[in-house]
């Protein structure tokens, strides 16, 4: 799964803060919010401009990410 699709980085664009595309809402504001125990469709609600697509594309990114880190580090 590509990152690109669902997130970009743009220096002119909250200092290059990874943002879901399109968007000006940090990626980080997803896995605070999942952290704080609120639920996906909370976040959503709070950021309507972001779609369940790319918020769920996220948090597949980052799996895969770490399942690779899992694995280079075994």
Do not use: C
Request: proline share 5%; glycine share 6%; hydrophobic share 40%.
């Amino acid at each position: 799964m590509s990152a690109e699709k669902f997130i970009e980085r743009d220096p002119e664009k909250l200092s290059g803060t990874p943002v879901f595309a399109g968007t000006r809402v940090p990626v980080k504001n997803l896995f605070d919010y999942l952290e704080g125990g609120d639920s996906l469709d909370i976040f959503l609600d709070d950021f309507p401009t972001v779609t369940r697509e790319q918020a769920l594309g996220v948090l597949e990114v980052y799996r895969e990410w770490l399942m690779t880190q899992h694995e280079t580090a075994a």
